[in-house]
């Protein structure tokens, strides 16, 4: 099933590759698009794996609109920006 969902601290490309790095690294998830300009993702998984891929958004910094944007969020979003840059 195809999912949409909208991520908070998405600047960039070196943020989009971070993401694809870290959702292409969970097993049945498949037709990954990142918006940047939009702040969404789109994916194809179950609904199982869907809470999986939100978690690791999560953690990676890109909580989901209208979760809690800590200061650690952003904070590891910027990293994951930088290194998605050098990368």
């Known amino acids: 099933m195809e999912y ?8 960039c ?3 989009a590759k971070t993401i ?10 498949s037709n990954l ?3 940047v300009e939009d702040s969404l993702v789109i994916l194809n998984c179950t609904e199982i ?3 999986k ?12 609109d209208g ?4 200061l650690s969020s952003k904070a590891k979003s910027y990293v994951s920006c930088a290194i998605g840059n050098i990368g």
Request: net charge positive; glycine share 12%; charged share 25%.
């Open 4 to 11: 949409k969902i909208y991520v908070q601290n998405l600047k």
């Open 13 to 15: 490309g070196g943020c």
């Open 20 to 29: 694809t790095n870290k959702l292409n690294g969970i097993k049945g998830v």
């Open 33 to 35: 698009n990142i918006y």
């Open 49 to 51: 794996i869907l809470e």
């Open 53 to 64: 891929v939100k978690e690791t958004l999560k953690k990676a910094g890109y909580p989901e």
């Open 67 to 70: 979760e809690q944007n800590s």
